[in-house]
Each structure stands twice: as structure tokens, then as C-alpha cells.
């Protein structure tokens, strides 16, 4: 038996090519004016484009089938995908809104903690590539779960109302986010999986139409990957490319609310000479600030101190906290490594408690940083700094199957 054969080779073969065809072009965007060409920036454009193509079609076909659901994690220390924080953790299923479903499993000591149900997706240049761009219908926060005295938990989501835990659907609702974030190294994640509670019968096949519409919704995916950072938030994200190493205004929306944070980005330049510190005053709630890459990707947070939070971060004896972004590691406890990038991305987000901070940015020659912090910040010897992200390692490692 050969091509052409089976009455659904042709779809099949076209599909494919289309697909690939998409791939290959995608890549073309790695060489765009908005990323620098320095060897590494360039590498982690593809980098960027190969780690999500391989979860295109988890998302795309294996976990797709609402009636089936799984719980995917779209974001991991190789996985990056656009606008992830690195101390987050990132899960969705795919729903819809005809079927009952029960999610159960540990809550774990994750600081912040929310499931949310998302409805249909908005149509127009606005919106950002799939898996994103859809609206939030109803969500749940940690500390409104009920959780039982061992740690778990059940959640129903769709249906009748159920008590304790239960989340409604609508007929646009396709799809659950899971987020939990952390501020110390010992905090452990929660652990979930999903069923759909009347199934009876084994998951079918996929037939090849489903094959066909996947490759499709695969080509999107990548295309959307390539085209949309940073222009998507550059354009309508409030990021100001033209004016680097500032922040703009922190003006939290309807739709923040709904996900229970807000969040400002500033694109950034760094010459090989310079520094640019970062001064906001501690203040309540759980905050965490992620170096980011010019596509919107987290740094590599696995080996790097690129993120920071509460916990973790030095506080000045005039309450404020002062990070410094500096190629090289300038022997203070609240560095963020730039991977030897000139430009990128940095973004604050505020949970819970409290009022988001006003950050402020000094760019300052890389020989005079000593003389322009305050005389009692923070310093780290190279064996603490050793400690330090061997504890980073460790930290991210619990949160993650690595």
C-alpha cells in the first residue's frame, strides 16, 4: 500500500506540508530587528520556537478532546511561553461547557494558588495567539478552596452546583488555567489531575479530520509564537520599546482583577558598561519581578538568579528593595543575571495583599555601581552566591518533575 491509497491521504499530506511550510517561516522571525544578533540572542529566537514545538501538538491534538481532559503544564524551566513568570507554574486543560468535570489532588503551600475557567475567544488584532486571548468566566483562589486536613481537595467544575468547591461553566467555556506562585524555595506545588465524571467508554482515535484541524491549529500556534513577541505587547501590552529602562504606570484592568494580579513590563538596553538598578519599596502582598528575554521568555531560572520575590530579596535599611541588572555578577545579593543579553524584558506582578509598588530605574556606568548603592546593601561573597543558586536549583527543581 502507497499514497493515495487510503481516501484521506491527500488531506492527510497536504496538512502536513502546510504545516511545515508554516514551521520553516516562522523561523524567519528569529532574524527580526526587534531581537539583537549577538550569538546567543539569536540562538534563543529558534530556542524559543523548538521548545514549544514540541508541546504544538499536545496542545493541538493529544490533551484537545474536552471529553478526555488532561492537565498540561505549557511552561517549564526548557519550556518557555511568552510572558511566563519564573516563579509560576502554568497548567491548562481544555474544557467545554456541556460536561461535568472533577479535578482532585493536593493543595500544596504555593503562596498563591487559582483555577480559572475561560470562556470564548475574542476575535481582532488585540488578541494574543492561542492558548491565550480568552476571557476569564469564574475562577477560584487558594485560600477560597476547602481543603481537608490531609491536604487535598476535590473541585467540580460544571454542572450543578456542588459544595464545597465548584467552579461554573458556560456554553463558551473551553478551557481551565491553572497558576500557582511562589515566594520561598520550601514552598511545594499543589498536584492535580482532572476526569470527566460520566465517562464510560475508552478515549477514540483520532480520526483524520481531527488530524487535519490540528495541524492547522499547530501552524497558528507556531506563527503566533514568532509574530506576536514583542510586538503583541509592545503594541497593545503597554510596554514602551521607544523609551527603555523605565517603567510605565502600573493601571490594573477588569480582566487583572479577574486573575488576581496586576503587572507592568519595561523593555531594557544594557551596554557591556552599564548597570541598571531597580528601586521600589517593599511593601505587603506577593510580588515577583522576571528578566525576561526579547521574545517575552523567562530567563533560564533553573541556574540563574533572574527572578525575584519577597522572601528572597535584600531590603535597604531605608525599606527599599534594589535590584541590580548587570552582566556580570556585581556581588550584590539582588542581582539579575542578564545571560549576557543587551536587551530584554523585565516584569513586576502584585498578588494578594497590599497595593502594587511604583518602581523606578537608574541606569548607572557599570564602574560606578558601588559608589551609587547605599553603603549598606546587601553583598554576597562568591561562596554565598554559590549557595545561593544551588538553593535557586534545588527550589525549582520541587516545583517541577526534573
Not at 517561516?25 to 514545538?53: C, I, P, W, Y
Not at 490533551?63 to 518557555?80: G, L, W
Not at 553583598?379 to 516545583?399: D, I
Request: charged residues 25%; contains cysteine; negative net charge.
Amino acid at each position: 500500500m502507497a499514497f493515495g491509497d487510503g481516501e484521506d491521504d491527500a488531506a492527510l499530506e497536504a496538512a502536513w506540508d502546510e504545516f511545515c511550510d508554516r514551521l520553516k517561516a516562522a523561523g524567519k522571525h528569529a532574524f527580526k530587528d526587534l531581537n539583537a544578533t549577538s550569538d546567543v540572542e539569536r540562538t534563543d529566537a529558534f530556542r524559543f520556537l523548538t521548545q514549544n514545538l514540541g508541546q504544538a501538538f499536545d496542545l493541538a491534538l493529544e490533551t484537545r478532546d474536552p471529553r478526555y481532559p488532561s492537565i498540561h503544564a505549557f511552561c517549564n524551566p526548557t519550556r518557555k511561553l511568552g510572558g511566563d513568570c519564573a516563579d509560576f507554574t502554568y497548567q491548562q486543560a481544555w474544557i467545554d461547557g456541556e460536561s461535568t468535570y472533577r479535578i482532585t489532588g493536593t493543595r500544596g503551600t504555593a503562596s498563591f494558588f487559582n483555577i480559572t475557567v475561560q470562556g470564548a475567544r475574542p476575535v481582532g488584532p488585540h488578541v494574543l495567539h492561542e492558548p491565550f486571548g480568552d476571557v476569564p468566566e469564574a475562577n477560584l483562589f487558594g485560600h477560597q478552596f476547602h481543603v481537608e486536613a490531609d491536604g487535598t481537595f476535590e473541585l467540580y467544575v460544571g454542572g450543578s452546583e456542588r459544595a464545597p468547591n465548584w467552579l461554573p461553566t458556560t456554553a463558551e467555556s473551553r478551557k481551565l488555567f491553572i497558576r500557582q506562585g511562589f515566594d520561598r524555595w520550601d514552598e511545594r506545588p499543589g498536584r492535580l489531575r482532572i476526569e470527566r465524571i460520566d465517562m464510560a467508554s475508552p478515549k477514540p482515535l483520532p480520526t483524520a479530520a481531527e488530524m487535519v484541524d490540528a495541524c492547522a491549529w499547530a501552524g497558528d500556534f507556531v506563527t503566533g509564537l514568532m509574530t506576536s513577541w514583542p510586538e503583541f505587547p509592545f503594541t497593545y501590552g503597554g510596554v514602551d520599546s521607544k523609551h527603555p529602562n523605565r517603567f510605565p504606570a502600573i493601571d490594573a484592568t477588569e480582566a487583572d482583577g479577574k486573575r488576581g494580579r496586576t503587572a507592568a513590563n519595561m523593555h531594557w538596553e544594557l551596554g557591556s558598561d552599564e548597570a541598571l538598578i531597580v528601586e521600589f519599596d517593599a511593601h505587603e502582598g506577593l510580588w515577583m519581578v522576571t528578566n525576561m528575554g526579547a521574545f517575552f521568555t523567562s530567563m533560564d531560572f533553573l541556574y540563574r538568579p533572574v527572578s525575584y520575590t519577597p522572601s528572597r530579596a535584600s531590603t535597604d535599611s531605608d525599606g527599599k528593595v534594589r535590584l541590580v541588572l548587570a552582566h556580570d555578577d556585581p556581588g550584590v545579593h539582588n542581582w539579575l543575571d542578564t545571560q549576557g543579553f543587551e536587551r530584554g524584558n523585565l516584569t513586576y506582578r502584585h498578588m494578594l495583599d497590599g497595593q502594587p509598588a511604583v518602581l523606578t530605574t537608574q541606569l548607572v556606568a557599570r564602574a560606578q555601581l558601588d559608589n551609587v548603592l547605599p553603603p549598606d546593601t546587601k553583598r554576597v561573597s562568591s561562596s554565598e552566591r554559590t549557595a545561593q543558586l544551588w538553593e535557586r536549583f534545588n527550589g525549582v527543581r520541587a516545583r517541577f518533575p526534573l
